[in-house]
């Protein structure tokens, strides 16, 4: 019943309470309709068959059929003409002829029941076509479905597809590059040997003058600087087979720093190390990484001509920038506390060629080299800013 | 004193002669220049090395089908090989001497130092 009060107070009270009644039962419509016909009897003994109380019989009938469908329908109109009848026949100082009310009785039954069938033939067309409009809903909403998730599907087959073809690219590049370094290697070393021999030998000919001799020991210089910009591009160009075999992160920084310790000192950089005890071993290919490290720690000692402070950090971050399920991230860290770098480079850091270094003295490959390394290995490098100032270097590994 | 036979195969001649300059001046050392890869064995036959210096890329002849036909000959199989090859570098050398796949290499541009202490390591 609250739920009836509740729909009547709506707005659109009586699309709900529709709703409503066809949500009872049959026998809950059948005995309510009754109650209705027992009632609208009672007005209609009191009143004395007026035309308009007669029309009240309507309301079961159209209730019993809407709600009940056509069996309670046509059983609330046989009701109601009976209950007209015993009203006519029985009401105070009732005189009509019993026959012509029994057949008044007939017809209105017959009228009630008509109306009875039309209204449940309503309600049973209005429910096949709310059935069938919800059996649509469903399949468009099932489509709309299908067709997001082929969306998503071909949004995923699309950047797939991308980064294929970034790497292709990108492979096609460095075959590229390591046919012109296997061919400009051929080219410039064969004379560089000539170079360094012949002034190799007009060395051991102990020339008369010692600026002759310099002259000597500088062309040598020379081709051994010229060797190292071919040798750095034939390695970077070159993608050799990796030996990976677990190491510990901390030993190889130990082993790059024993290589540049010299000339750290020489360039009055000090070095804080700061490592992590017990990081688990990681796949490494110890002399590629030895080559990064030493690589990195060389860029930072240059971005200090007057010497200054190197930090070399190792720690372990559980999942890092990846779902707590993901291994941990093992990170090492280079800061240096030099100017920084120009914001209009930190693009461009990694970048074959691209060197801040006067002319002749940088080949512009030793970052790059570092980032082909560090991809082979699975890991990722960035060049930053520090906030302090000075540069950090940071280089990233999952931990298998 | 018997000097040490050199076998230098390159087919840039200024390299053989830089190499042979630089070895006859220190006074142990005879060497042969072979600037065509085709002569090489025929070379070798007549002046029968102590040990030859070879390089890799080459018109005609490779320098490893080269190193196998001389490793063939009967007369040549004993005589150490060291290959000079520009395709390596010093750092994967690690700025010396290497053997990779049973050969030994050196990496171009080399310098009479290492040059002379290979050698020496191989008689």
Redesign the interface.
């Known amino acids: 019943m609250g739920a009836l009060v509740t729909a009547i107070g709506r707005p659109s009270w009586h699309a709900s309470l529709l709703e409503w009644l066809g949500r009872q039962g049959r026998a809950s419509v059948a005995a309510g309709s009754l109650a209705l016909v027992t009632a609208i009897g009672a007005v209609d003994y009191g009143t004395g068959s007026e035309v308009s109380v007669t029309l009240l019989y309507l309301m079961p009938v159209a209730l019993g059929a809407w709600a009940g469908g056509r069996g309670v329908g046509v059983g609330m109109a046989g009701a109601s003409a009976l209950t007209w009848l015993g009203a006519g026949l029985l009401e105070p100082g009732a005189g009509g002829d019993p026959l012509v009310l029994a057949w008044n009785a007939s017809t209105l039954a017959g009228m009630f029941a008509l109306v009875a069938l039309a209204l449940a033939a309503l309600r049973q067309s209005k429910a096949n076509l709310e059935a069938a409009v919800a059996q649509r809903t469903a399949t468009l909403q099932e489509e709309v479905l299908q067709r997001r998730r082929a969306e998503v599907r071909l949004q995923q087959v699309n950047a797939d597809l991308h980064s294929t073809q970034l790497q292709l690219i990108e492979a096609a590049k460095m075959e590229a590059v390591g046919r012109m370094a296997?061919g400009v290697?051929?080219e410039?070393?064969?004379?560089?040997?000539?170079?360094?021999?012949?002034a190799?030998?007009f060395l051991?000919?102990r020339p008369a003058h010692a600026d002759e001799a310099a002259l000597l020991q500088d062309m040598k210089q020379a081709?051994g600087r010229a060797?190292h910009i071919?040798?750095g591009l034939?390695?970077f160009a070159r993608p050799?087979p990796r030996q990976l075999a677990p190491a510990d992160l901390n030993e190889v920084v130990d082993d790059a720093l024993k290589l540049v310790r010299h000339q750290l000192a020489t360039q009055k950089v000090t070095v804080q190390r700061q490592l992590q005890p017990g990081l688990p071993p990681l796949p490494l290919d110890r002399v590629r990484m030895e080559?990064v490290i030493v690589n990195l720690l060389t860029n930072a000692a240059q971005a200090m001509p007057g010497g200054g402070t190197v930090t070399v950090r190792t720690s372990m971050h559980a999942g890092g920038d990846r779902p707590p399920d993901q291994a941990p991230q093992i990170r090492l860290d280079i800061e240096d506390t030099g100017e920084g770098i120009p914001p209009e480079h930190l693009g461009r850091v990694f970048d074959p060629f691209f060197t801040t270094k006067p002319l002749g003295e940088g080949t512009g490959l030793g970052l790059s080299i570092v980032h082909r390394i560090v991809q082979i290995h699975g890991g990722g490098v960035v060049l930053a800013n520090l906030s302090s100032g000075g540069a950090c270097a940071t280089v990233t590994f999952r931990s298998s | 004193m018997k000097r040490v036979r050199i076998l230098v195969i390159d087919d840039e001649a200024s390299v053989t002669r830089g190499i042979s300059l630089n070895l006859e001046a220190l006074g142990s050392y005879e060497v042969r220049q072979e600037n065509d890869p085709r002569n090489a064995i025929a070379t070798a036959r007549a002046f029968m090395p102590d040990l030859i210096l070879l390089d890799v890329m080459m018109p005609h002849i490779d320098g490893s089908d080269l190193a196998r036909e001389l490793r063939a000959d009967p007369l040549l199989k004993r005589v150490p090989v060291i290959f000079l090859t520009a395709l390596l570098t010093t750092r994967e050398t690690k700025g010396h001497e290497v053997r990779v796949a049973g050969w030994n290499y050196l990496a171009k541009p080399v310098d009479l130092a290492e040059l002379t202490r290979a050698i020496e390591s191989h008689l």
């Open positions: 296997a290697a051929h410039v070393k064969n004379p560089l040997m000539t170079l360094g021999m012949g190799g030998y051991q000919r081709v060797s071919i040798n034939l390695d050799r080559h």
